[in-house]
């Protein structure tokens, strides 16, 4: 039998959450759209040919066999979000803010582009970035070659 290989991709990013219901209202405050097969323990949104999930995070310990910290801090982790132009940058980070988020960095001229940062409500860090280097495809998928 052949030896299984790693493709290079994610299929899931699951976030451990200390409140599925508060973090599910920030994610579709943000316009976010459930994936049907969603439940009140496992919520699943759509990225576009990947997707993120909110699950508890003391299920996910549970899971895993391992002890849930009471406080984890800066994790060395950021999703980003690339915006479509420098201008909707801050827009989008007041939209996180309305939604329950905590901004981190306001939009900021970076010597790529522009950026900023929020916090969902367990304080998963998102880049919002805009750097007109970056291409798409008619859909707004990244192109990475």
């Known amino acids: 039998m052949k030896q ?3 493709s290079q991709r994610l299929h899931i990013i699951l976030l451990g959450v200390s409140n599925i219901e508060k973090s599910t209202e920030f994610y579709d405050a943000l316009g976010w759209k459930r994936s ?3 439940h009140a323990g496992f919520v699943k949104y759509d990225l576009g040919g990947i997707a993120i999930a909110l699950i508890s995070i003391h299920d996910l310990s549970k899971d895993i066999g391992e002890p849930t910290k009471k406080s984890i801090g800066f994790r060395g982790t950021a999703l980003i979000y690339l915006a479509r132009s420098a201008d909707q940058v801050q827009s989008l980070l007041d939209k996180a803010k ?3 988020g905590t901004i ?3 939009s900021t001229r970076t010597e790529w582009g ?3 940062y929020f916090k969902d409500p367990d304080g998963y860090l998102f880049e919002v970035d805009f750097e007109e280097k970056f291409e ?3 859909d707004y998928k990244l192109i990475t070659e």
């Open 4 to 6: 299984a290989e790693f």
């Open 36 to 38: 049907s097969d969603s």
């Open 98 to 100: 309305l939604a329950g």
């Open 104 to 106: 981190v960095k306001n």
């Open 114 to 116: 522009t950026a900023g």
């Open 136 to 138: 798409f495809t008619d």
